[in-house]
């Protein structure tokens, strides 16, 4: 099942009928296909959504959590700060005009703005859905690159002696963390090589 999909099913099941789920998807790829965009688009969402699949069964609130994927980046801005926050904020008005429940519009918000730091949290669904976001950085070496290449792009209004201070900073602070992933079954799979990645771009080893 893609992400469409299960959005679809997720969709129907809060009142919404297949055409309300069609201009809901619609509506966002217009974001994730945006002008600009070259890491945070829907081949990201799709990542994030098929890590969490064999941990489906751990996580309390599939729904809200496929909802968190689907808007967690909807707003994306480089020259804001406030990205997750308004993507919370758009996630919780569009969740609103279903039958979801306000306790889980409430969540789906928190997942979004956990995004922002990436901090362990007390809720388990929130670990686990931002671990996801960032499994990117246990990745092999190449696709790191590419990544890593990909978010330079789209950044690319800034010059690279505004942009490497920048980046340096969030290299470093992921590397003083303790633990990037929070949850057993990120932190074994991918904690190894992402520090492997970080500690390489932060050498210089990728070229922009």
């Known amino acids: 099942m893609t992400l469409q999909e299960a959005f679809t099913d997720a969709v129907q099941r809060y009142g919404g009928d297949r055409a309300v789920a069609d201009a809901l998807w619609q509506e966002a790829m217009r974001h994730y296909q945006s002008r600009g965009r070259t890491?945070?688009?829907?081949?990201?969402?799709?990542?994030?959504?098929?890590?969490?699949?064999?941990?489906?069964?751990?996580i309390d609130d599939w729904d809200s959590v496929l909802f968190a994927i689907l808007y967690h980046d909807y707003i994306y801005d480089v020259h804001r700060h406030d990205n997750e926050e308004k993507s919370a904020d758009f996630a919780r008005e569009r969740l609103a005009r279903l039958n979801f429940p306000p306790e889980r519009i409430a969540l789906c918000a928190d997942m979004i703005v956990a995004t922002k730091g990436h901090m362990a949290a007390d809720v388990s669904d929130i670990?686990?859905?931002?671990?996801?976001?960032?499994?990117?950085l246990g990745a092999d070496g190449p696709a790191y690159s590419g990544y890593a290449i990909a978010v330079r792009q789209e950044y690319s209004i800034y010059p690279d002696m505004l942009y490497r201070p920048g980046r340096r900073k969030?290299?470093?602070?992921?590397?003083?963390?303790?633990?990037?992933?929070?949850?057993?079954?990120?932190?074994e799979r991918y904690e190894a090589q992402?520090?492997?990645?970080?500690?390489r771009e932060l050498g210089g080893g990728i070229v922009y």
């Open 39 to 58: 890491y945070h688009t829907l081949a990201h969402l799709e990542q994030v959504y098929r890590v969490l699949i064999p941990v489906q069964d751990r």
């Open 127 to 136: 670990n686990y859905f931002t671990d996801a976001d960032l499994c990117i």
């Open 170 to 187: 969030v290299l470093e602070r992921f590397l003083k963390m303790d633990r990037l992933f929070k949850t057993v079954e990120f932190y």
């Open 194 to 199: 992402a520090r492997i990645n970080l500690a």
